[in-house]
């Protein structure tokens, strides 16, 4: 199988605290992989070293194979890598078509006109991929003012603009209903087989991870400690320490 | 320079960096705890200044009078500033940032009247410190006693600040709002003292700055813009809510001030270098290198994560075109009926309505608040009045010419101020403006120094006061549409989609840097084009077009109008340019009153005239539904 993303030595310090260290791994197409551990294990930094917003102390990150380390956010998106914010970060004045659309014109490279309208092109698509993330009634409401859970689902919506190959999804359920969790990560795993997508996701809510991710790895305060299929996690005696508080 | 010389310019430079040091430091702790970038805080050193003046007067030349002067005058200010809090910004903490420092203009304005009501516009000499007034020997060279002292100063005032922070709960709340405001609300305290608190020590340690210059410095009116230029740039070279970073920019800008008057003229391979003229720039130009290469000053910290990233601003609507049209023909008509008054201040009006809607696009929509705006504005005035008198154009040409030279200065201007944002970035524009306005001011040979240039009048066929309001109308309301058109345009887009998320912008692929620095020249170039209009109304030009003051009045027109409607800023400058004009003519003190009513405005319209006017408008009609 072949690995959209590859990750190989993985290292990062602030500080004295070493957030990551030594972490490898990878994730193919149409592929879920959960990234779980507790708070401050150091997912999120691991996310930020993978999409360009913090450079790794050392370490390769491959995307289809190509090195991608030292590269800006931007670029790495423009090779098709799609990110949700743990913090949800939309564009709060825009209304939810048009933060799609601002991804799409993006991806179509069309943000420098400036005498066209903005919002003349692209409103089929946009809504197209709204209303695979059940947002299109909400289309026209202003990001300011929605629910938190409506947010995490408008970010999909904009992560999924540019066909991505990668997407990434930090903490992508945090603040949903329990419910709408589970659908939301089903809705993730339905796209992203059918268009050979691979995920990689953290997540709090052992339902989803256990119900959705292909396969699993732990983190521990910034070390691998358990990888593999849902089952053999589940029983790991180590995996169980962390999350049980054991004798660490 | 011998070693002695330059010991004198050492210990000059020191003396000069104690009171710009407490300035600074009352500054800085200011904003830590209230997340207010008081402009006021030059106007109460401003204070400080002419109350010790009086006091001495007052308690005779005596050490003991002079040393109580200089208290007295410390807690007078320091009681001012503690009233401005509990009069004014206490009720505007939850109204948008910028809202507050409009308020923080007005008490600039209110103050410098009052002040010019007390104490007349007279410079006002202070006597020498009694008893202190004779000077050392060191090296051959007599240095002041007073001087020595104030580079006392400066260390003993760190000292008790640190102690007082390190050591006491009021330290404590203090060190824990700057972290986090919220947090301190969270806790139980009682913000309101603990602000009025803040503003009592942050002011009496300006008050202070200013009362012990009194041997050094004449008080004059001009020196609140001065001092608060100095004070920002300090502040943001040591790093906001750093002391010690305050301390030390304060010791380098004093000191390499003092060598540049130290060292004079000389003569390197044949070229002449006047650093002398240097002083002016000098600070802006290592404010300018510390930034680039330390993009949160010396000592200064990145901003912890904020929770409140500025305010939402609601989302833009295009006026309506039937609306537009109608005011048009209005425009249009006005010389048909009004006297050569009337269209005169019309003139002037659409002029600042370019100004401040150009501004309005990059401080609003693009998230860039500008403190220096007036540069692209004087610079085009210049730019224009320079290619008709020096290079001898016909006056279309430099009227055309004129908004791509300030759009050039706006592009190099631009590159730098990108790489930041908030309060650092709004500074670095501060400081750019000033050295712009420095060179106007200093390069008498070519743009005529502190006189400016006269002659310059418009062709024959637009000499007719009405001939030339047609064609500012035309050009100025051609500029306002353009920017108009760009906000709804896939660029403008792309720039409130940056204010709103950096983070989201580039991850969505978007450039946001080259977005922002192409913003930056397009409103450069169009205040260029509203300064060149200008010039050629006027017939000459002085460097005021790119001063502090013009700055702000900027500023104060898109504040006053609201940032967040297009229409805003554009009434705006037409209240601001009628009202000035208006009460120019019959007092003295017109800035009071101009700034007493935007007080009244702030406290009464905390969305800007425009928005609480739809306020009440939506108000109304519900009541009426
Ligand atoms: N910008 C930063 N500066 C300093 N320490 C950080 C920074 N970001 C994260 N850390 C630290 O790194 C560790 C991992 O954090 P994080 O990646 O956010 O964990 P997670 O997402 O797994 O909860 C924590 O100890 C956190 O305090
Ligand atoms: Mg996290």
């Known amino acids: 199988m072949n690995a959209v993303l590859q990750v190989e030595g993985l290292h990062k310090a602030f500080g004295g605290v070493q957030a990551v260290a030594d972490v490898s791994f990878a994730v193919s197409a149409g592929e879920l992989l959960a990234l779980i551990g507790p708070n401050g294990a150091g997912k999120s930094t691991c996310f930020n070293m993978l999409n360009g917003q913090l450079a790794p102390d050392a370490g390769v990150v491959r995307l289809d194979g190509k ?143 256990f119900g959705q991710a292909d396969r699993i790895i732990v983190l521990d305060r910034g070390r691998l400690i358990a990888g593999g299929i849902p089952e053999d996690v589940r029983t790991n005696p180590d995996v169980r320490a962390v999350y049980l508080g054991g004798t660490h | 320079m011998t070693f002695a010389s330059i010991l004198i310019q050492l210990l000059n430079g020191l003396a000069a960096a104690s009171s710009l040091f407490l300035v600074s430091a009352g500054l800085s702790l200011i904003f830590g705890v209230t997340r207010i970038v008081n402009f006021a805080h030059g106007s109460l050193y401003m204070l400080g200044l002419y109350a010790a003046y009086s006091l ?25 500033g503690a009233a401005i809090e509990v009069v004014v910004l206490r009720r505007i903490y939850r109204a948008p940032e910028l809202f507050q420092l409009l308020a923080t203009f007005a008490v600039v304005l209110v103050i410098k009247d009052a002040a010019l009501f007390a104490w007349g516009a007279e410079d006002l000499v202070g006597p020498r410190a009694p008893g202190l007034g004779e000077a050392v020997q060191i090296m051959g060279k007599r240095i002041p006693v007073y001087d020595l002292l104030l580079i006392a100063a400066g260390p003993l005032v760190l000292g008790i600040m640190w102690l007082l922070l390190a050591r006491t709960r009021w330290g404590a709340l203090v060190r824990a709002a700057t972290q986090d405001r919220e947090m301190v609300g969270a806790l139980g305290v009682d913000q309101a003292k603990l602000f ?15 009362a012990l210059q009194i041997p050094r410095e004449p008080a004059n009116l ?26 030390l920019a304060a010791i380098l800008i004093g000191v390499a001030k003092a060598f540049c008057i130290g060292i004079g003229t000389v003569h390197v391979f044949g070229f002449e270098i006047i650093f002398s003229k240097l002083v002016m720039v000098v600070e802006f130009v290592i404010m300018g290198v510390v930034l680039v290469l330390r993009p949160y000053g010396l000592l200064g910290k990145k901003p912890a994560l904020q929770r409140a990233i500025g305010d ?199 450039d946001l840097r080259s977005f922002q620095w192409a913003a930056f020249a397009l409103v450069g170039g169009l205040a260029g084009l509203a300064g060149a209009v200008f010039a050629f109304s006027k017939g000459s030009i002085s460097p005021s077009a790119v001063s502090i003051a013009q700055s702000t009045d900027g500023l104060v027109m898109v504040l006053l109008g609201g940032v967040e409607t297009l229409t805003g800023p554009v009434v705006g400058a037409a209240i601001f340019t009628w009202l000035r004009d208006e009460v120019a003519r019959r007092t003295e003190f017109w800035r009071a009153v101009l700034g007493l009513t935007i007080l009244a405005i702030v406290l009464l319209f905390p969305q800007g005239l425009v928005g609480g006017l739809k306020a009440l408008a939506n108000r109304w009609r519900e009541a009426r539904a």
């Not at chain 2, 001009?222 to 301390?247: C, E, H, Q, R, Y």
């Open chain 2, 222 to 247: 001009d020196l609140d813009l001065s001092v608060i230029a100095d004070a920002f740039v300090v502040t943001v070279v040591g790093g906001l809510g750093s002391l010690g970073g305050a301390f």
């Open chain 2, 196 to 210: 009025t608190s803040v503003f009592f020590v942050g002011a009496l340690l300006a008050g202070l700055g200013g």
């Open chain 2, 56 to 80: 001495i007067e007052l308690l005779g030349r005596t050490p003991l009078g002079f040393w109580s002067a200089v208290v007295l005058a410390s807690i007078a200010v320091g009681l001012v």
């Open chain 2, 312 to 510: 939402i601003l609601p989302p833009l609507t295009s006026p309506r075109w039937q609306v537009a049209v109608a005011w048009i023909v209005l425009f249009l008509l006005i010389p048909l009926f009004a006297d050569r008054y009337v269209v005169v201040l019309m003139t002037d009006i659409a002029c600042f309505a370019l100004f401040a809607a150009s501004l309005h696009f990059i401080m609003g929509p693009a998230g860039m608040v500008s403190f220096g705006h007036a540069a692209y504005f004087g610079l085009g005035a210049y730019a224009a009045a320079l290619l008709f008198k020096r290079a001898g154009l016909p006056m279309e040409a430099a009227l055309l010419l004129a908004p791509f030279c300030a759009g050039l200065f706006a592009l190099v201007y631009g590159w730098f101020c990108v790489r930041l944002s908030g309060v650092y970035l709004a500074m670095l524009t501060l400081a750019f403006a000033q050295i712009s306005w420095s060179v106007v001011f200093q390069w008498d040979a070519l743009t005529g120094g502190s006189n400016g240039l006269v002659g310059i009048w418009p062709s024959a066929w637009l000499a007719g006061k009405s001939a030339y309001y047609y064609m500012t109308l035309a050009l100025c309301g051609a500029g306002i549409a353009l920017l108009w058109r760009v906000l709804f345009s896939p660029f403008g887009y792309a720039l409130r989609a940056g204010r709103d998320s950096p983070l989201r912008a580039e991850a969505i692929g978007i």
């Open chain 1, 67 to 209: 090195d991608i380390v030292g590269l800006t956010p931007r670029a790495i998106w423009r090779r098709g890598v799609g990110r949700t914010f743990q913090i949800t970060a939309t564009f709060a004045s825009l209304s939810v078509r048009e933060n799609v659309q601002m991804a799409l014109y993006s991806h179509a490279g069309k943000l420098r006109s400036l005498l066209q309208r903005f919002g003349a092109s692209f409103g089929v698509e946009a809504d197209a991929l709204l209303d695979q993330v059940g947002m299109l009634d909400q289309a026209d409401r202003i990001c300011g003012v929605l629910a938190y859970g409506d947010l995490k689902r408008v970010e999909l919506a904009m992560a999924l603009a540019n066909r991505p190959r990668l997407l990434l999804m930090d903490e992508p359920t945090a603040g949903m209903a329990p419910k709408e969790r589970v659908a939301l990560m089903a809705l993730t795993a339905r796209l992203a087989r059918a268009q050979k997508i691979a995920v990689l996701f953290t997540e709090h809510d052992m339902d989803v991870v």
